[in-house]
């Protein structure tokens, strides 16, 4: 029987948008000699490229056993003949993109909030997925870990995240 252990990449294996910790690459190291490991993000295939891919283990072997689904699922990569191959993109089409960022953009427009310096643009098109970081992709990587500490300090009770619909 094949086992399989999953992880989310942000906040899990490492602070949001941030390099892992020596001791968690070793451990996801180890990990990839006895099990498939599956790791699923928010964030698009490059920043687990820049993230950890970089410093994990470089063992064809076990790179064959990691399994990354990127833009929380909607894309897959495998290891294969020497390189990341992606597996599937469930994108959105030019239309749906369209849609989907006039709506987020008239959101903003109702809520009469606008970031005064987002950090990078704030509306992401991930191809298979569109994402909203109302301080900006970049913070992390402009700020380094102030930027990690200022994104969890932004909402941590989820009362900015949540919208009443009804």
């Not at 994990?56 to 064959?64: F, G, M, P, Q």
């Not at 992606?86 to 006039?102: C, G, L, M, N, V």
């Not at 970081?133 to 380094?144: C, H, K, M």
Request: charged share 30%; hydrophobic share 30%.
């Amino acid at each position: 029987m094949k086992k399989l252990i999953a992880f989310d990449l942000d906040g899990t294996l490492a602070p949001s948008k941030s390099h892992f910790n020596p001791r968690m690459v070793n451990l996801l190291d180890r990990l990839l000699e006895e099990y498939q490991v599956c790791v699923i993000s928010g964030g698009k295939y490059e920043l687990f490229q820049r993230q950890f891919l970089t410093q994990i283990t470089k063992d064809h072997n076990r790179l064959k056993k990691l399994h990354l689904m990127p833009t929380s699922g909607t894309r897959y990569y495998k290891f294969a003949n020497s390189e990341w191959v992606q597996q599937y993109a469930e994108d959105f089409t030019p239309s749906q993109k369209k849609k989907i960022i006039k709506a987020i953009n008239e959101g903003f427009d109702e809520s009469g909030y606008r970031p005064d310096k987002p950090y990078g643009n704030f509306i992401e098109d991930r191809d298979s997925q569109i994402t909203l970081s109302t301080l900006g992709q970049e913070i992390v990587a402009e700020l380094g870990n102030e930027g990690v500490k200022i994104k969890e300090e932004w909402d941590p009770e989820n009362t900015k995240k949540i919208f009443d619909c009804s």
